[in-house]
């Protein structure tokens, strides 16, 4: 018998052992964790204040510090060399141990050369400031290298930034991770501001752009803010914003459905506003025309440049001189915001045939039955330019388009404006 409750007295002492090991854990979980939460919420200046929960959130990130003090200070002014650092971080994860590592979706979204500078030029950063010297010049150059700013952009990037300036600095952002707004649509939207002429033109862009995006908005008295500078609460509600498209501020388009994004000049993207779904679908043409030319054509915004071949693409997309830049032999066109489509042609051997299978595919769509008509003049106008080297500006009526047909001044360069009447 006392070997039996010598057991049960063993097995009792082992169950307590474990009990209490387990209840010693969670309490230190607990502990920790309210910690982590007090860490975050424990400012004494953001009780109740407007971006409250965006301030926990971003603090949490690591984005922006506070002050020894126990504040935040939310409607203290944001730097410019603060704004930079936490554009930055926040497209990163930040782990345990304090080492932070780029997003995999913002990696995605950035072209290759910008990829291989992170991957290459910036394999070892270390997302820390500088202990020697300016603490911020890391991620002003990491900013610059990836077209985010420009060195000279800022006079003093330890100066407050305005609402402008922090406009800018995310419209260059969303150029290389995203893609630019139609500037037309865009300025439309932000004329509603009641200062937006305050603004110089190149601003008035920045401005369109960050508030069509969902960026940025206006204040209740209908201004944008203009000269105004930005607080550290607004600069991370900004932040915020940029992280997750779910909490940009929706605005309406009524031409959404005649909406598409085109690849640009510099290689990176903006968004097109179409007047209508016919030029839309003659865009769509044009991509397809282009294709019939193998990979002899190039597609900026709205232009679809024919080339003789793959050596005067290269030419023309790497030339040294304007003429080696405009080097290809035929291209379609479109202006959305005149409401005009346009082929234009180099008069020399061998292009028409080359290219009229794309010039009749784009010009089959637009005038429909009345193709043949058009083709015609267009052919006979060819003919006589390159025969005699001039030709009469004219204009025509084929159909519900208004052609006019004109040479260049250098007797070599044909161009037929087609516009709906």
């Not at 209840?23 to 204040?49: N, P, V």
């Not at 002003?140 to 407050?160: E, P, R, W």
């Not at 598409?260 to 779904?277: I, R």
Request: overall charge negative; proline content about 2%; charged content about 25%.
């Amino acid at each position: 018998m006392p070997k039996i409750r010598e057991e049960a007295e063993n097995m009792t002492m082992i169950r307590l052992n474990k009990w209490l090991v387990i209840a010693t854990m969670s309490c230190l979980f607990l502990i920790g964790s309210l910690q982590s939460k007090s860490e975050a919420a424990g400012f004494t200046d953001i009780r109740g204040h407007w971006a409250e929960q965006t301030i926990n959130q971003m603090v949490q990130q690591g984005l922006l510090d506070g002050f020894p003090d126990g504040t935040f200070r939310p409607d203290e002014t944001v730097t410019a060399d603060q704004f930079v650092k936490i554009v930055l971080l926040a497209f990163t994860d930040k782990f345990p141990n304090g080492e932070r590592k780029w997003k995999t979706s913002f990696l995605q979204t950035l072209s290759a050369s910008n990829q291989n500078i992170l991957q290459q030029d910036y394999r070892d950063f270390t997302f820390k400031p500088n202990t020697v010297g300016y603490w911020a010049k890391p991620y002003l150059d990491l900013a610059s290298d990836l077209h985010f700013i420009s060195k000279g952009q800022f006079g003093d990037y330890k100066a407050s930034l305005k609402r402008e300036d922090v406009a800018e600095i995310l419209y260059y952002l969303l150029k290389e991770t995203e893609y630019l707004e139609d500037e037309t649509y865009s300025l439309a939207l932000a004329s509603q501001f009641g200062d937006l002429q305050s603004a110089t033109s190149r601003q008035q862009k920045f401005i369109g752009e960050s508030m069509t995006k969902g960026l940025m908005e206006g204040y209740p008295n209908g201004y944008f803010g203009v000269g105004k500078y930005v607080t550290r609460a607004e600069a991370l509600e900004i932040i915020s914003r940029l992280q997750t498209k779910s909490k940009r501020i929706v605005v309406k388009n009524d031409k959404e459905a005649f909406v598409k994004v085109v690849p640009t000049k510099d290689g990176s993207y903006k968004k097109l506003v179409f007047p209508d779904q016919r030029m839309l679908q003659a865009y769509e043409v044009m991509e397809e025309a282009g294709k019939l030319r193998g990979t002899n054509y190039d597609l900026e915004e709205t232009t679809l440049r024919l080339f003789r071949d793959a050596d005067a693409k290269g030419q023309a997309k790497n030339g040294a001189t304007v003429e080696a830049r405009n080097s290809n032999e035929a291209s379609l066109w479109l202006d959305p915001q005149f409401v005009t489509y346009g082929v234009t042609v180099r008069l020399e051997d061998g292009v028409l045939a080359r290219n009229t299978e794309s010039i009749r595919k784009f010009t089959d769509f637009l005038f429909g039955y009345d193709a043949d008509i058009f083709y015609r003049q267009f052919s006979d106008a060819c003919a006589r330019a390159a025969a005699k080297g001039v030709l009469e500006t004219t204009t025509t009526q084929i159909g519900s388009y208004s052609v006019e047909t004109r040479l260049e001044s250098d007797g070599k360069t044909i161009i037929f404006s087609i516009i709906h009447s």
